[in-house]
Each structure stands twice: as structure tokens, then as C-alpha cells.
């Protein structure tokens, strides 16, 4: 992607299912499961590079004896800082006591670190808040070992006030207004409430409050739990959390707004934002992993029992579609072969768009993620192809000869690398002339791989801002003196924000906003644009059920193709020779592309959740009043 967008975060989850003594015998090491956290953290490192934390609990100690761990970083490589701090602990161990090594207990008693239930997290920074406190997991104590909660999720919640509110009025005093906070307390409350019910009850049926404690962890009812704090949750989650004494549990939201796969076999319970990791770090097949139903919680207690429990009733299926185009690994199955859609999907319109002279069209795409529907382009160029030369060979019949037949066949689709990203360059200069000289240096070109009046047709993966295409992508392709150069975006037009988990929050941002606030000035229409704002405003004490998405009518007089020639108008750069025309995939495309993935409120505005009606209102608002915060 040109552009570069931050998804919120990614989870792993790890119980092993043996005692450690299990995995030292049969795989050589007691730490088996923190080497497999690694790699289940580093196969999902595009999720976030900014920081990333890991927490793990030891099952069955003793009092007195640690049995949660906890390490987080905001290195410049976390995921490598916060396992090279774990190693220096345990080789450290090892190193001043010899006599662990083969000793497993021992291991487990004085090494921290090493347990049965492990929980990862890696996330970006977004919104200027990268701190240290800021990274997950989260961790909520308490001297009674079921009431220690560590909490760490993909998600993001659109009412957060009244989530706030409501730990208020429970008599809470969160530390600070933060989703993260909220949610952890929310489910901190319901879980101090469930223990502490239940050791009325346990003592009423005579037992000490020693004899209380296994009790309380076999009879703690996690599903309850989750039901009674999540009841008002809005927002999309794939929510982990572990219980001090030894349970743990995934929860999802009821629209499946973001992922969430697990496997279980009778060695380990792993529990992950994307199934590819899964497949690559435990070796198994596709089918093997599973997903979680939207509104289900995957729930594994203490004595190794996993159940998928329903916790909310699922509504309509609003999958990310973003996660399919862009931030999900592309290794996938499913993801590859839906991207490779994408790109054949498109071609009918980039036919047009070169008027069908692909003879003189040189395709191409912008490195790195869109190399998988670059694919799909250039199958159905080559489809497309192997049909006209066809009907050539019919229409000649057996007269053909040999020259004829290989001048026929010799034509083909010219595919080239013409864009390279040079990953080391930094744009280190803060002066605007400075730096935006260098902006224009991330990208290089391949010398020779376009003749001069070529069409060149150079897909991404998506258009959002447009910043790099017009500061760089587009004047570095000029170069090679195409007479005309088509960008295509192998997802939809971005008009509204994110409110679930990816950083896009506020309107002015987009590229596709701009450009149709350009056609209303345009077109001396600017009183719908302060229209729409007095309708937003009227909507800032509605009931979010009730709350409508007025920001679709600032849209609704322009069709999608002259917002993206608008679009193409706005990047192009004044000096630029070529003609610069930029295409987008459209709706009916893209959910044929990706039919159980159907969450496209950033090109429809159609939110799965009501909280997303009240966001994108606030962000007009926001826009309209030129305030430069998110909103929500």
C-alpha cells in the first residue's frame, strides 16, 4: 500500500494442554511454549511494529510463588526486545543455577516466564499515544488469584463514554478514559462480583477459605461473566483475556467486524488474529483451523477443558473487508485467492481505460502488498488475450501460416517491475521542501521498462490519502515518459472512518472526501455541505440507535467515477507530463471478490454497529468546525 495505514493490533493466545515436563521430554524444552509465542507473534508482525507485550500465567503454585509474568517494549523492534529480555532472564538462570536445567519444577518455580498459558499482543501506535502504558496486554491485580485479569484485544469500542459512565455509577474510578481501561474494568467487575458470590456460597456448604480457592477456579462460570460486561459493548473486538488462577478465553464481537481463528488438538489450545500463523507455526492444514463465530467466546478453563460458548446473539456478518484487501497476511488461503479477485475484477475497466490497445499498456503494481491482485490483473489480461487470438486463428482457418500463427501468438500482456521501494530509505528532515524531496526518493523505477507514449497501468491496493502517489509514485513514473498513466486501487473509494480497529479517523484525510468537497465547490453547492452539519449537530443527543449516517448525502450528487476523476485531477502533480487517470474497484466487485467479508462501511458509510453512525457524524462535525481530533 502507498499509503501506509496502521491496523490497531493483533492477539495470540497459547495454552498447552500437558504439564511443562510433557513438552521437555517430547520437544526438548519446558519453554516450548514461549518459543512458539515468538514465532506466532513474529508471523503476525504486520499487525504491529510499534510495540508489542507478552504476559504469562503459571498454573498450581504454590503461595507465595510467582505465577504471572508480564514484559512489554516500544523498541524499534519490540517483538525481538521483549524475547531477547525474556532469554537473558532464563539464560541468566540457567547461568548462576545449573542444577535447573533438567529440572523442570525448579524451572517453573524460580524462572519467570515459563507457563501453561501464555498471551501475546502486537500493536501500532496510533493517534500519537505509543507509550509504554499503552501497549498491551493490560493487567488488573488483586491478592486473590482469580480476580488478577491480564486483558489484551484487537479492537476498538465506539462508546467509550458511556462505558466510562457506567463503571462510574458501579462506583469505579478508572485511571483514565481509554477503551483498553474501560473494557478490562468492565470485566473486572463482573468477575469480582462472580468470586465473590461464589465464596459466600462455597462457604455456606462448609468449607474453609483455603479449600475455597480450587473451588472458586472449577466453579467460576466465565461465559456468565463475559455476558454481563460485554452486554453494552459496541464496537468490533477480538478480546483475550487470562484469569490469575489459570482460565482463559477469546471473545468476539456479534458482527465478526474483526477476526479471530483458534485450534486445539490434545498437546495445545492457540487461539490467533490470523489463521496463517497458525498453519505455519504448529504445521497444520487449513481446514485444521478454525473460525470463531461472531458473538461466541472461545473459552478454556483451568483443567484444560476448551468450549465455544455464544455470549452475545450474532448479528448481521460484517467481516472486515480491509483485512482481506490489506492488512491480513496474504498467505491465506482464502485472502490470496480473493486478492487475485480483486485484480481480475478490474480488468474489464482498465480495458476501457486503454481503449483496449494492450498492445502499447505496460501493467504494473506498486510494491509490495499489491503483488497478489497484480496477479489477478494479469490473468484476465492473459484471458482476455488467449480469446482474441483465438477467434484470429478461426477467422484465418487451415490457410494460416506458421509466420502468421507466431506473429499471433508472440503478442501477450507486458508485464514489468517498474516501481521498486527502497525500505531503508528514512525521511529523517523535518523542513516541508527538505523532506518532501526525499518522499520522493522512496520509491525507484526500472529504467527501459516503459517506451515512450506506453500506456502504464500500475495497481495498489488501495487509494486512501494519495499522499505518496503525488508526492512521489506519480513524478518518479513520469519519468519513463508514458503518454498516459492509470492508477488502479483494487478496493473501493475510502470515504469514511474507521471507528473498529484501523487508524483512518478523520474525513478530511481522504483523498475521496477532498475530492468531493472539490466538486461541491465546484458546483456551488457548499449550502448542502453546512446542511449536512446542522443535521450531524441535531444527531449529538440522539439515542445511537437512533442516530443516521448523514455524511452518505455529501456523497449522494456525485457519481463514483467523477469523484475519481476528480481524485486523479488532485494527485496529479502540476509539472507532470503524462495524463494521470485513477480507477477504483467497486462495491459489487469487491463483495464478489470476498463474499464473507461483507464490512465496507469505509466506502458505503453502512456501519455494522450504531456507535459508527454517531463517528462518522462527529467526524463531519469535527471537519466542518476544524477540529483536528478523532472522533471517538
Given at each position: 500500500m502507498s499509503d501506509a495505514i496502521k491496523h490497531e493490533c493483533g492477539i495470540s493466545l497459547i495454552r498447552l494442554l500437558k504439564p511443562l515436563e510433557y513438552y521437555q521430554e517430547k520437544y526438548g524444552s519446558a519453554f516450548y511454549g514461549v518459543n512458539k509465542m515468538y514465532l506466532m507473534m513474529e508471523k503476525q508482525h504486520n499487525r504491529g511494529?510499534?510495540?508489542?507485550?507478552?504476559?504469562?500465567?503459571?498454573?498450581?503454585?504454590?503461595?507465595?510463588?510467582?505465577?504471572?509474568?508480564?514484559?512489554?517494549?516500544?523498541?524499534?523492534?519490540?517483538?525481538?526486545?521483549?524475547?531477547?529480555?525474556?532469554?537473558?532472564?532464563?539464560?541468566?538462570?540457567?547461568?548462576e543455577n545449573p542444577e535447573y536445567l533438567n529440572d523442570v519444577p525448579k524451572q517453573k518455580k524460580h524462572i519467570p516466564y515459563i507457563g501453561e498459558v501464555l498471551l501475546g499482543h502486537v500493536r501500532y501506535g496510533t493517534f500519537g499515544k505509543n507509550s509504554i502504558e499503552s501497549v498491551h496486554p493490560f493487567l488488573r491485580q488483586n491478592n486473590?488469584?482469580?480476580?488478577?485479569?491480564i486483558v489484551a484485544g484487537n479492537f476498538n469500542m465506539t462508546n467509550v463514554n458511556e462505558l466510562f459512565d457506567n463503571l462510574v455509577q458501579i462506583g469505579q474510578h478508572p485511571k483514565e478514559k481509554a477503551d483498553t481501561v474501560t473494557v478490562m474494568e468492565k470485566i473486572g467487575h463482573f468477575l469480582d462480583d462472580a468470586v465473590a458470590q461464589l465464596y459466600k456460597d462455597i462457604k455456606k456448604e462448609g468449607f474453609n477459605k483455603r479449600e475455597a480457592s480450587p473451588l472458586i477456579a472449577e466453579r467460576l462460570n466465565v461465559a456468565k461473566i463475559l455476558k454481563r460486561a460485554a452486554k453494552n459493548f459496541d464496537g468490533g473486538y477480538a478480546m483475550a483475556g487470562l484469569l490469575g488462577h489459570g482460565d482463559s478465553f477469546v471473545l468476539r464481537d456479534p458482527a465478526g467486524i474483526r477476526p479471530a481463528y483458534y485450534y486445539k488438538d490434545d498437546e495445545i489450545a492457540v487461539v490467533a488474529s490470523e489463521r496463517p500463523a497458525i498453519q505455519t507455526v504448529f504445521n497444520v492444514s487449513f481446514d485444521d483451523v478454525k473460525e470463531l463465530d461472531p458473538g461466541h467466546a472461545i473459552i478454556i478453563k483451568k483443567n484444560g477443558?476448551?468450549?465455544?460458548?455464544?455470549?452475545?446473539?450474532?448479528?448481521?456478518?460484517?467481516?472486515?473487508?480491509?483485512?482481506r484487501i490489506y492488512f491480513s497476511r496474504g498467505s491465506d488461503k482464502e485472502i490470496y485467492q480473493e486478492r487475485k479477485m480483486l485484480g481480475k475484477l478490474?480488468?474489464?475497466?482498465?480495458?476501457?481505460?486503454?481503449?483496449?490497445?494492450?498492445?502499447?499498456?505496460?501493467?504494473?503494481?506498486?510494491?509490495?502488498?499489491?503483488?497478489?491482485s497484480f496477479f489477478g490483473m494479469v490473468i484476465a489480461a492473459q484471458n482476455y488475450m488467449n480469446k482474441k487470438k483465438e477467434e484470429q486463428i478461426l477467422s484465418i482457418g487451415r490457410?494460416?501460416?506458421?509466420?502468421?500463427l507466431h506473429e499471433i501468438l508472440e503478442v501477450r500482456p507486458r508485464i514489468e517491475k517498474v516501481a521498486i521501494k527502497d525500505a531503508k530509505l528514512r525521511t529523517f528532515i523535518t523542513q516541508d521542501s527538505s523532506r518532501d524531496d526525499l518522499v520522493a526518493h522512496v520509491y525507484d523505477i526500472s529504467y527501459g521498462s516503459v517506451k515512450e507514449n506506453d500506456n502504464l497501468v500500475i495497481i495498489d491496493d488501495s487509494i486512501v490519502r494519495g499522499t505518496t502517489l503525488q508526492k512521489s509514485i506519480l513524478r518518479i513514473l513520469d519519468r519513463l515518459l508514458p503518454k498516459k498513466i492509470i492508477v488502479v486501487s483494487s478496493a473501493p473509494q475510502i470515504r469514511y472512518p474507521d471507528c473498529y480497529g484501523i487508524d483512518m479517523a478523520k474525513l478530511e484525510d481522504f483523498v475521496a472526501f477532498k475530492a468531493a468537497l472539490a466538486l461541491h465547490e465546484e458546483r456551488n453547492t457548499m449550502h448542502l455541505v453546512e446542511e449536512i452539519y446542522k443535521k450531524c449537530l441535531l444527531q449529538t443527543k440522539t439515542q445511537d440507535s437512533e442516530v443516521v449516517n448523514y455524511v452518505k448525502e455529501f456523497y449522494a450528487p456525485f457519481t463514483a467515477d467523477e469523484i475519481s476523476d476528480k481524485i486523479g485531477q488532485l494527485l496529479s502533480p502540476p509539472d507532470i507530463k503524462a495524463e494521470v487517470q485513477v480507477i477504483y474497484q467497486n462495491i459489487e466487485n469487491l463483495h464478489e471478490a470476498c463474499p464473507k467479508n461483507l464490512g465496507d462501511w469505509y466506502f458505503t458509510g453502512n456501519y455494522p454497529t450504531p456507535g459508527g453512525n454517531r463517528v462518522v457524524n462527529r467526524a463531519f462535525i469535527n471537519f466542518f468546525e476544524g477540529k483536528n481530533e478523532r472522533a471517538y
Open positions: 511494529q510499534d510495540g508489542a507485550g507478552f504476559a504469562s500465567i503459571k498454573l498450581d503454585m504454590e503461595a507465595g510463588e510467582r505465577y504471572m509474568s508480564r514484559v512489554r517494549s516500544i523498541d524499534q523492534q519490540p517483538i525481538q526486545d521483549i524475547f531477547a529480555q525474556i532469554n537473558d532472564r532464563i539464560n541468566t538462570s540457567f547461568k486473590w488469584m482469580h480476580r488478577n485479569l477443558k476448551v468450549k465455544i460458548k455464544k455470549i452475545l446473539e450474532p448479528t448481521e456478518r460484517k467481516a472486515c473487508s480491509f483485512e478490474l480488468f474489464p475497466i482498465i480495458l476501457k481505460a486503454i481503449d483496449n490497445d494492450i498492445k502499447n499498456t505496460v501493467f504494473s503494481y506498486i510494491p509490495n502488498t499489491a503483488e497478489t490457410k494460416i501460416t506458421r509466420e502468421e
